[in-house]
């Protein structure tokens, strides 16, 4: 569940994942517009629900592992 403003999402882009601890620095939601428009759909994905895209790619699946019951 978000809170405190939050939505929830994590969003990664990159080819490499990084072990650095300020890899998910949370942007407000206004700075995806120039930073991410293309993620802007998705965002309105129920809980529990994952997606990857890249040009010309989509993906968009159902993920129970991600709710804490």
Not at 17 to 33: C, I, N
Not at 45 to 55: C, M, Y
Request: charged share 15%.
């Amino acid at each position: 569940m978000a809170d405190h403003g939050t939505t929830g999402w994590f969003i990664w882009a990159g080819e490499t994942f990084s072990q650095d601890p300020d890899l998910f620095v949370p942007p407000h939601a206004e700075h995806l517009k120039q930073w991410a428009p293309m993620v802007l759909p998705y965002l309105a994905l129920p809980t529990g629900w994952r997606f990857l895209i890249a040009e010309g790619y989509e993906d968009v699946w159902d993920d129970p592992s991600l709710i804490a019951y």
